[in-house]
């Protein structure tokens, strides 16, 4: 069973520009900048046949604009156990209608509903139990002002990953262009 979900990519050179934060906090395991990208939808381990229809269902998504991605910090998740370090993407209402259409395309070829809100991001390293609260708010306080971060997103991509830990490398197996 493919473990797949839908985002958009991180053009390499927006990825070139946050791999800039990678490094100096103990029990980070650092995301590879050409698997950056912000998950649209999580799909999780499927079989074969709804993969299939999850590609069909992204045929109908409508015609739309390119979206500007904002990248605007860096942010944790996890709270007292943190578990990821991430970018956080600005909330924008292209990219949250997106997201409310890939949900609903998901559902429709089979794929249970999300039960986690929506927070655009694009992880740059997962925790380890090392990675003590201290340890992540100070990187991210040394990481200083975040200039913030601008790309055009044009198109949807499917991606798979290994099924162990996650974290890439992630494979582009189908790509659904805006217009």
């Known amino acids: 069973m493919p473990r797949l979900f839908t985002a958009l990519a991180v053009p390499p050179e927006t990825g070139a520009r946050l791999a800039l934060h990678r490094g100096g906090l103990p029990g980070a395991r650092w995301i590879e900048p050409a698997d950056y990208h912000v998950t649209l939808r999580f799909l999780g381990d499927i079989d074969a ?44 209402p292209a990219l949250m209608d997106l997201q409310a259409e890939q949900e609903r395309l998901v559902r429709r070829a089979g794929v249970p509903p999300e039960r986690r809100k929506f927070t655009p991001h694009v992880t740059l390293a997962r925790l380890k139990r090392e990675a003590s ?47």
């Open 49 to 92: 046949d709804v993969a299939e229809d999850v590609a069909e269902a992204l045929t109908e998504m409508r015609a739309r604009d390119p979206i500007t991605v904002v990248l605007d910090g860096l942010g944790v998740f996890g709270g007292d156990r943190p578990r990821a370090l991430f970018a956080a993407v600005a909330q924008d």
């Open 133 to 179: 609260p201290e340890a992540v708010a100070m990187h991210v306080a040394q990481g200083g002002l975040f200039e913030p971060l601008t790309f055009e997103a044009r198109a949807v991509t499917v991606f798979s990953a290994r099924e162990s830990t996650g974290g890439g490398p992630y494979v582009a197996e189908a790509e659904f262009p805006f217009a």
